[in-house]
């Protein structure tokens, strides 16, 4: 499973101290069948803990997910900060899993080069 940050959530959660193993474990539970909710079309929502206290009160994260493959953080968002996502939002967010979920690994790549994407790396097995 290869884990990405797009460049808006990595400053996002940089600024929010989300650390690369909070990310990690967000994905490992949604590996487990553990998924805080499918917006359908690739898209999951999923809780990332604020550093040093739970998940409730923590941040909503939204994932272009793969099961076994991928996933790409795009979006975050405290609790208290907003409610939960529009209905048009969630449309974009559909949209943009049906492409970058598709890429294949060279265009990644480039797109890892340029600094839209960074890849999660926390020193933690992440199961396949």
């Known amino acids: ?4 940050k797009s460049a808006w959530f990595e400053r996002f959660a940089r600024k929010q101290g989300i650390s690369d ?3 990690a474990q967000a994905i490992e539970r949604a590996e487990q069948g ?4 499918d917006l359908g ?6 809780r990332v803990a604020r550093p040093g206290q739970g998940k409730s009160g923590g941040f909503r ?3 272009l997910y793969r099961t076994a493959e991928r996933a790409f953080f795009v979006y975050g968002f ?3 900060d907003r409610d939960n996502l529009g ?3 969630e449309a974009q967010f559909r949209k943009a899993a049906g492409y970058v979920l598709g890429l294949p690994d060279e265009q990644l790549a480039v797109l890892i080069d340029k600094g839209q994407f960074s890849e999660v790396r926390d020193d933690q097995e992440i199961p396949e």
Request: hydrophobic content about 50%; charged content about 25%; aromatic content about 4%.
């Open 87 to 89: 209905k048009d939002e």
């Open 78 to 80: 405290a609790k208290s």
């Open 61 to 63: 994260t939204v994932v």
């Open 1 to 4: 499973m290869r884990i990405f």
């Open 34 to 37: 553990l998924i805080d909710a």
């Open 21 to 23: 193993q909070a990310i």
């Open 41 to 46: 079309g690739g898209v999951i929502k999923q």
